[in-house]
């Protein structure tokens, strides 16, 4: 059974930088693909970066330059390095995952995966 767990969030303020990560297990030897996405209330589930299990990422343009997505394939473990952070990036990250079967560039769509951690807050305030 595969698991994610997420850590790492935080309240910051505007300017400052925050990294998440987050644990994946039940995968074993199988290819995977893994995402960031997040939640602000009253929005719509937005992806924000992706990485295929060749370490090929993907970003939405509100993060590009800002954002850098990473992986530790020892360990299992996803990055999110959050860095020039807005008060518009509060929301509740997500980590998701599912076997590798799609192009990087639809990784950001959250019907493309099956598993979801429990989720993590990030608020910035100006």
């Known amino acids: 059974q595969v698991q994610l767990v997420e850590s790492g969030g935080g309240s910051v303020q505007a300017g400052g930088s925050l990294r998440l990560s987050c644990a994946a297990s039940?995968?074993?030897?199988?290819?995977?693909?893994m995402a960031w996405f997040r939640q602000a209330p009253g929005k719509e589930r937005e992806g924000v970066a992706a990485?295929?299990?060749?370490?090929?990422?993907t970003y939405a343009d509100s993060v590009k330059g800002r954002f850098t997505i990473s992986k530790d394939n020892a360990k299992n473990i996803l990055y999110l390095q959050l860095n020039s952070l807005k008060p518009e990036d509060t929301a509740v990250y997500y980590c998701?995952?599912?076997?590798?079967?799609?192009?990087?560039?639809?990784?950001?769509?959250?019907?493309?995966?099956?598993?979801w951690g429990q989720g993590t807050q990030v608020t910035v305030s100006s």
């Open positions: 039940g995968y074993g030897n199988s290819r995977y693909a």
């Open positions: 990485s295929d299990s060749d370490g090929r990422t």
């Open positions: 998701a995952s599912g076997p590798e079967r799609w192009p990087t560039w639809l990784l950001l769509w959250a019907s493309n995966h099956d598993y």
